[in-house]
């Protein structure tokens, strides 16, 4: 039998209160098994593994044992209850009881020897962290007609691409951005021309770009970029000076980026990045591996674990642009392949399920960037077309994942420049 979602009778704040007596709460439990004891709470978190909760073997009428999922991971990695001898809802423990809803907390007690163990409550917490809309957007650090540039245009929220002004920072190309903070970002890493750095530039809740901030990580281009967890940050994949790699670097909630953490899934560059879900993922997709262009996809827990390599879905390429739409969902679009461009999108649901090929609208083109803007919608803009010439046209994409057709290019044209949404005020 499975846990069913019921009314709050808690409050509704979707909190779990306490027995009149008063539980006794237990640190948090993240092994993958734990035998628990009448008159205490257990805060369950599952982020690495399912768990197994072993009830006691004797209990007297009333007890009480309270579980919560402490991560909202329990949709992923359910936990599992053995009854250890007594009855749960009537039934022996020769039954399955499991509870795989994230978010949930379980009341249990025990009502005697004929129906054993009761969930009077089983719900799912109320009170779901909302990460604020992103309203605004910035497009930067790029490889222009004049060569390497730190050139800005904002992107207001309703979309328009404002003209030139001038940026801050070492100007470079083939870096990637992403929000932090709910409402800042930073740009990191890149090519400058005279080489790869690892430096990095924040950006305020006004679109202020900072001076450089010195690197921390392997200098390399041709990354991606993703928000995570709600409020934090992942760079992921890219080349370096001696090839393409899979490392990555996480970013706090106050813009610092971490050291280097050893990569899962299949080195390339040309790659992109973008968040999804309800609950803070993201997930990195196609680019370029050493054997040629490549649709591989990999999962980023909303703690910012890096998964395993997913067999590609849509057509293999480089260098496409993302954006998030509709408040959970996202989509990889344009791109590079075997010589030529591409305009096919694939969305991407709330799971992190990628789409097969759509057909695009736009030009096709690859070294393009694209952003959030609006709170539910994004845009893409940019890019390299065919026999090496660049562009300045940019497409909208509406709250349901509609590619427009081109807009009318502001500011100068250019290729694989950074871009990110920032400030949760339109």
Same mark, same amino acid.
């Given at each position: 039998m499975s846990g069913l979602v019921k009314d709050n009778i808690f409050g509704s704040s979707g909190s779990v209160a306490a027995a009149a007596g008063g539980l006794s709460w237990q640190s948090v439990v993240t092994a993958s098994t734990v035998t628990v004891s009448s008159g205490k709470g257990y805060f369950i978190n599952t982020t690495s593994n399912a768990c197994t909760i072993t009830l006691p073997s004797a209990a007297d009428v009333g007890d009480q044992i309270i579980?919560?999922?402490?991560?909202?991971?329990?949709?992923?990695?359910?936990?599992?209850?053995?009854?250890?001898?007594?009855?749960?809802? &009537?039934?022996?423990?020769?039954?399955?009881?499991? &509870?795989?809803?994230?978010?949930?907390?379980?009341?249990?007690?025990?009502?005697?020897?004929?129906?054993?163990?009761?969930?009077?409550?089983?719900?799912?917490?109320?009170?779901?962290?909302?990460?604020?809309?992103?309203?605004?957007?910035?497009?930067?650090?790029?490889?222009?007609?004049?060569?390497?540039?730190?050139?800005?245009?904002?992107?207001?929220?309703?979309?328009?691409?404002?003209?030139?002004?001038?940026?801050?920072?070492?100007?470079?190309? &083939?870096?990637?951005?992403?929000? &932090?903070?709910?409402?800042?970002?930073?740009?990191?890493?890149?090519?400058?021309?005279?080489?790869?750095?690892?430096?990095?530039?924040?950006?305020?809740?006004?679109?202020?770009?900072?001076?450089?901030?010195?690197?921390?990580?392997?200098?390399?281009?041709?990354?991606?970029?993703a928000g995570y967890g709600f409020d934090k940050a992942i760079f992921g994949y890219g080349q370096t000076a001696s090839g393409v790699v899979s490392m990555s670097n996480l970013v706090s909630n106050q813009g610092v980026v971490a050291s280097d953490v050893t990569g899962v899934g299949t080195a390339r560059g040309d790659i992109a990045g973008v968040s999804y879900g309800s609950s803070g993922q993201a997930v990195f997709a196609y680019g370029e591996n050493s054997s040629g262009n490549s649709n591989l996809s990999n999962l980023v827990s909303n703690v910012g674990v890096i998964g395993s390599d997913v067999s590609g879905v849509g057509t293999a390429r480089r260098a496409p642009a993302t954006s998030t739409y509709g408040g959970d969902k996202a989509i990889f679009c344009f791109g590079g392949r075997n010589g030529a461009n591409t305009n096919a999108r694939n969305l991407v649901n709330n799971l992190g399920v990628i789409a097969s090929d759509a057909s695009g609208a736009g030009t096709s083109r690859a070294e393009l960037s694209g952003t959030n803007y609006g709170g539910d919608k994004g845009i893409v803009a940019y890019g390299s077309i065919s026999n090496g010439n660049t562009t300045a046209v940019s497409n909208l994409i509406s709250n349901s994942g509609v590619v427009a057709s081109d807009t009318s290019g502001v500011g100068t044209v250019r290729v694989s420049q950074g871009a990110l949404g920032y400030s949760s005020a339109a």
């Open positions: 579980l919560v999922d402490y991560a909202r991971t329990w949709g992923t990695n359910a936990i599992t209850i053995d009854s250890n001898g007594l009855k749960f809802q &009537y039934e022996t423990d020769a039954y399955t009881v499991d &509870y795989d809803t994230a978010g949930q907390a379980v009341n249990l007690i025990y009502s005697g020897a004929t129906v054993g163990w009761t969930p009077s409550s089983d719900i799912v917490n109320a009170l779901e962290p909302v990460a604020p809309p992103t309203q605004r957007a910035i497009m930067t650090f790029q490889n222009g007609a004049s060569g390497y540039t730190n050139t800005i245009n904002l992107i207001a929220s309703n979309g328009v691409v404002a003209s030139d002004s001038t940026g801050t920072g070492t100007a470079r190309a &083939y870096l990637n951005g992403a929000s &932090y903070g709910g409402d800042k970002g930073i740009f990191a890493f890149g090519n400058s021309g005279a080489g790869k750095v690892s430096m990095s530039n924040l950006v305020n809740n006004n679109g202020g770009v900072s001076a450089d901030v010195t690197g921390v990580g392997t200098a390399r281009a041709t990354l991606a970029a």
